[in-house]
């Protein structure tokens, strides 16, 4: 029951004690007059609530607003409305539900400085602000200081403040995190493949897996994923992630042992967490250990940097670990020390040894620099290796060096992550693995003859290696980051965080994009101190990591999933809350809800036309969201080309590479974004070959934060591209949707691919290009209105419907024949168009003859009165979709263009 209804019910009771005053003493009757008026007071408050909470603003607007205009660059610049109302509302519970583009870092920036500049008792270190990502930490705090000069606040990442507080709870609690889990996971997967058990059932899939994932024989492909990964700074060869900066010295370095292992074809694990030892200075993470022993004994790999960089950088917390000689000290009998040593060997490579210089006066930019650093690590490493015994006379190089790169990556790998994924499921979901048990075997249940192959096998696989996880990170002596969020939010439940963890002030960015252990860690704090103030930012239209557990869902129901409602169990009365300098709930039950709408980033055009695609998804908070003044529309270009995967890839290429030839904006300002990388690598690494370095080539997903000049979306086309409606087989048994979906019987995977494509649009700030398939148009384009829109056809709406008709047209047209593939068939280059089929069913001796002379010249063709038909597409699952046909025929007069 809320404060008003108290009020009410209190006001309700003194009635008859007034009306009969005859019966009371003065004195209580005066009481009773004097609570009178304050209940009617408290009572009247409440019901203009929203009128002073638009006083408040305006108050403060005239109050501050000049000064925090200022902080524009520009000086025509000011705040909107909106952003004073999200800047200024000094409710518990805030919620900014801000549009792509609307400047959500710059608003929060301005509240923080509002906040330290009108309340005197608050100061900086009352402040802690949740960003999802580091990279939205550095661009915060950056914020803060550059443009404020605040320092001070807490801002970091749930995952970071969880890992402060479960430390300090459990002093024996070690953290096993990034590269370092996922070799504890790779660990277990290999005790998946040996267990004789399992075995079956591991041949099984593992035979289903390569029909699915491994073609060897495309060399583009194979090709694309070693030279990936050596183009790359922050991945080894075998893509492990490294850490680099301004001084990459330890990244250099584990790249370049990386390399030396694998071309010796040496299996490694990376970044691995030692069970048999006690670090002095609390280290159990080494660099490498080699799958296979030498001689015996297991053998590791430890990098340890010089002192110039140990000194230079904050994340040696330690300044004693990592030293040549506390690795050394681990590996050596010592009664003293808690370390078992026998059986193992260590090589330590020191990097004080091998620079030349100190790393510190080094020029880190310098090719040279880099390669001459690569290359001692590596010589030094081979001499190394050779002492303690290790064959180094088969290397690896050409050819086989890439197919064992492909064959570690898509082999080993991509299971391993995929057995991650999994696990990671099913943990946000606070499924032990018992119940996920269950709920997987319902799944297969209902899924029953429409269940792919392979599916079963690798859930019973994934369930195993979830007990055994379970056994390793049992959150008591081990875990991760997801385990501390959720120590983290049952100590908060408990009351057993120290007061000095505690804030009054609650920021919480993308908050869209949290897990529901997540979003508990904000609920609980906000109840952790009397009057907490819980502001958090968000667009419900761009939640697209529902593969990480994201519930986009807690965001749209804000108020109900942080209690808001729930604010009168605080110990205050309505008097204390409800003062002219404390403005907090409207009645007890609701929250200040404030819309950031205006759009600095995209032109109304593709503003306009993201807007309409987005409304179609029923599970969404309502916006209006508004671009930039103009812009041009959205192109959409509707390619005739076949559907056949090859022909569609290629077809696509080449219209990207003209778009980005003939765009006005350079390749540096040029964004593709692909709906997937790794589930369609020849595409990907296709593209990579044919555009320019400086072209940005990332999936939809990589680009959330992102923008570009220009923007294109290859493969919005049915079946291929946006939306993925297949899912991920191997993951769906454990990854069922929020509730509300099925409530409002609202299909959850389309609703995140809408998002996902919404992202992908709202990411061009000038010009927008969408490409798609004539026939196979993906639903989105349907979804596009027009009004901003304009579409390049091949066969305009009047020839389809001839086509609809009479099942064919006539049409003169030209392009280049580029492949005889038989007797029938040839594939022809349609003018920009695409590859599409040309039939030869019914063509004569000499149209044919014609042919193969055109595909040998590579001259231009002019084909006058050809047919063209739609074909439904063969060798998949069509749901409609179809494929333009050239039909050539005596009726068909062929000539040089």
Not at 591 to 607: A, I, K
Not at 639 to 661: P, W, Y
Not at 682 to 702: E, G, M, N, Q
Request: glycine content about 6%; some cysteine; proline content about 3%.
């Amino acid at each position: 029951m809320n404060k008003y209804e108290t009020a009410s019910e209190a006001l309700a009771r003194l009635e008859p004690l007034l009306d009969e005053s005859g019966c009371y003493e003065e004195q209580v009757l005066d009481a009773a007059k004097t609570l009178e008026e304050d209940l009617q007071a408290v009572l009247e408050f409440i019901e203009r609530r929203s009128t002073y909470n638009a006083e408040w603003i305006d108050h403060m607007k005239k109050k501050h607003g000049s000064e925090l205009n200022d902080f524009f660059d520009d000086p025509a610049h000011s705040h909107t409305h909106q952003q004073f109302r999200a800047i200024f509302a000094n409710d518990n519970f805030n919620r900014v539900n801000a549009a792509a583009g609307t400047g959500k870092t710059t608003t929060f920036g301005r509240r923080v400085h509002f906040i330290l500049s009108e309340f005197n008792d608050v100061s900086a270190s009352d402040l802690l602000a949740f960003t999802f990502t580091r990279n939205g930490r550095d661009e915060m705090q950056k914020e803060l200081e550059e443009t404020f000069d605040i320092t001070g606040v807490d801002v970091r990442t749930i995952n970071s403040y969880s890992k402060s507080i479960a430390e300090n709870q459990y002093s024996d609690l070690e953290f096993v995190v990034g590269e370092a889990k996922t070799t504890e996971i790779a660990r277990i997967w290999r005790d998946i493949q040996d267990d004789e058990e399992l075995e079956a059932t591991y041949e099984s899939f593992m035979s289903t897996w390569k029909d699915d994932r491994y073609d060897p024989n495309d060399i583009d492909v194979v090709d694309g994923v070693y030279e990936s990964h050596a183009a790359k700074s922050t991945v080894t060869i075998q893509g492990e992630e490294v850490q680099l900066d301004t001084i990459p010295e330890e990244g250099i370095a584990h790249k370049s042992i990386a390399q030396l292992l694998t071309t010796l074809g040496l299996e490694y694990d990376y970044q691995t967490h030692i069970e048999w030892a006690s670090s002095p200075s609390g280290g159990s993470i080494l660099d490498f250990e080699l799958v296979e022993p030498v001689q015996g004994e297991r053998l590791y790999i430890q990098y340890c940097t010089s002192e110039e960089t140990r000194e230079d950088r904050p994340q040696y917390r330690n300044i004693h670990s990592e030293r040549p000689e506390t690795i050394r000290q681990l590996f050596s009998s010592n009664p003293k020390l808690d370390n078992d040593p026998e059986g193992k060997t260590v090589i330590v490579l020191d990097g004080e040894n091998l620079l030349h210089r100190p790393s510190d006066d080094l020029n880190w930019k310098r090719k040279q620099t880099k390669a001459r650093f690569a290359n001692a690590v590596q010589t030094t490493l081979e001499n190394e290796l050779q002492q303690v015994g290790v064959d180094l006379s088969n290397r690896l190089s050409g050819r086989n060096l890439k197919d064992y790169v492909y064959d570690r990556k898509v082999l080993y790998h991509d299971i391993v992550e995929k057995v991650s994924e999994f696990i990671n499921q099913a943990r946000v979901r606070e499924w032990n693995p018992v119940q996920t048990k269950n709920e997987v075997e319902s799944y297969l249940k209902e899924e029953g003859e429409d269940l792919d192959e392979g599916v079963e096998e690798f859930a019973r696989l994934s369930i195993a290696a979830y007990r055994k996880f379970n056994e390793v990170f049992d959150n008591r002596t081990k875990t991760d980051f997801h385990g501390s969020v959720v120590l983290t939010r049952d100590l908060l439940r408990e009351g057993d965080v120290d007061e000095n963890n505690l804030y009054s002030y609650l920021f919480v960015d993308e908050m869209q994009d949290l897990n529901r252990v997540q979003f508990g860690v904000v609920k609980e704090l906000a109840k952790q101190r009397q009057d907490v103030r819980t502001f958090g930012v968000g667009d419900d239209w761009q939640s697209i990591f529902g593969f990480q557990g994201a519930r986009p869902d807690l965001f749209i129901n804000f108020g109900d999933e942080l209690d808001a409602g729930k604010y009168d169990e605080i110990d205050i009365t309505p008097e204390e809350i409800f003062t002219d300098d404390n403005p907090l709930l409207a009645d007890f039950d609701a929250f200040e809800d404030t819309r950031l709408e205006n759009n600095y980033r995209c032109p109304e055009s593709v503003v306009d036309a993201s807007n309409a695609l987005i409304k179609n998804n029923d599970i969404r908070t309502e916006k209006e969201p508004s671009g930039l003044p103009g812009g041009d529309p959205v192109q959409i270009h509707h390619l005739g080309c076949d559907t056949f995967e090859h022909k569609l890839n290629q077809s696509m290429e080449r219209k990207i590479r003209s778009l980005i030839q003939e765009s006005p904006y350079s390749p540096e300002e040029t964004q593709v974004l692909l709906r997937q990388k790794d589930a369609d690598p020849s595409f990907y690494y296709s593209l990579k070959k044919s555009l320019p370095d400086s072209v940005d080539i990332r999936t939809a997903h990589d680009s959330k934060g992102s923008e570009a000049e220009h923007v294109l979306i290859p493969k919005v086309v049915q079946n291929h591209g946006y939306p993925s409606l297949q899912g991920d087989k191997w993951v769906d048994p454990v990854k069922q949707p929020p509730e509300i979906y099925e409530e409002h019987k609202a299909s959850y995977q389309l609703e995140e691919e809408r998002r996902l494509f919404y992202v992908a649009l709202t990411r061009s700030k000038s010009r927008l290009d969408v490409l798609t398939v004539q026939g196979a148009e993906s639903v989105f384009i349907d979804e596009l209105p027009d009004s901003h829109c304009e579409h390049l056809r091949p066969l305009s709406q009047a020839e389809l419907n001839e086509i609809e008709t009479n099942r064919e047209i006539r049409k003169s047209l030209s392009g280049r024949v580029i492949a005889k593939n038989s007797q029938n068939f040839a594939t022809f280059d349609w003018d920009g168009r695409g590859l599409v089929d040309l039939n030869l069913y019914d063509a004569t001796a000499a149209q044919k003859r014609m042919i193969k002379k055109f595909e040998q010249n590579g001259e231009t063709l002019m084909l006058k009165n050809c047919g063209i038909q739609y074909r439904d597409s063969y060798g998949e699952e069509t749901n409609g979709s179809q494929r333009l046909q050239l039909q050539l025929d005596d009726e068909v007069e062929m000539s040089n263009c």
